[in-house]
Structures are given as structure tokens and as C-alpha cells.
Nanobody, 116 residues
Framework: QVKLVESGGGVVQHGGSLRLSCAAS????????TGWSRQAPGKQRELVAV??????NYADSVKGRFMISRVNANNTVLLQMNNLKPEDTAVYYC???????????WGQGTQVTVSS
């Protein structure tokens, strides 16, 4: 069992920055993949960034502006968001996959609002 808790969302102006944090507890040692996805009102959930032991991957819409990193083993993953745009406004969800048994856990989400 893994529990994910996001924090760091809020309201920021166009061009500003925010840093989201995803803290994992429970069987976090079993996590091999952590990602951030977002969902804006009326839109489908979109995968934004992923981090694994093999590296990182980003959606084209955030490349060069967002950076995902792991700060200590598998316990905390950060999403640094720079040069934010109004279209980045969404609820951001952290999710993590474990291998034994295969399962994906989701956090409760944190709201990010970028004003123009």
C-alpha cells in the first residue's frame, strides 16, 4: 500500500513559478515510476512528466518549463513549474506505480491556477 500526498498548488500570475511536491508513504520502496498528470475543466487528464530510474520524460507542452526530480529515494518527487501560462491551469495529480503487485496509486490532487 502506498499513500501519495500532493502539496504546493496555488494561484500564480502568468510567467510565475510554482513547485509541487508529492510525498509517498507506506511501501514507497517498491515504487519504480512516479508521474504528474493534470486535468483542466472539460478536458481529459494529461500526462505531464514522469521520472523513473532510467530518466525523465515530459509532455511537449511543458518541455523546457517544467522539471521533475526525486529528492530522497522514493519518498518525495517534485515538479518545478516555471514560466507558467494560463493553459497550465488544472488540478495536478501525482501517481506512482509499483511492480509487486502491479498497481498504480494516485494522490488527491492539488489545484494550480495561472491568472493572465
Amino acid at each position: 500500500q502506498v499513500k501519495l500526498v500532493e502539496s504546493g498548488g496555488g494561484v500564480v500570475q502568468h510567467g510565475g513559478s510554482l513547485r509541487l511536491s508529492c510525498a509517498a508513504s507506506g511501501s514507497s520502496f517498491n515504487i519504480y515510476y512516479t508521474g504528474w498528470s493534470r486535468q483542466a475543466p472539460g478536458k481529459q487528464r494529461e500526462l505531464v512528466a514522469v521520472i523513473t530510474s532510467g530518466g525523465t520524460n515530459y509532455a511537449d507542452s511543458v518541455k523546457g518549463r517544467f522539471m521533475i526530480s526525486r529528492v530522497n529515494a522514493n519518498n518525495t518527487v517534485l515538479l518545478q513549474m516555471n514560466n507558467l501560462k494560463p493553459e497550465d491551469t488544472a488540478v495536478y495529480y501525482c501517481h506512482a506505480r509499483i511492480s509487486t503487485p502491479p498497481y498504480r496509486y494516485w494522490g488527491q490532487g492539488t489545484q494550480v491556477t495561472v491568472s493572465s
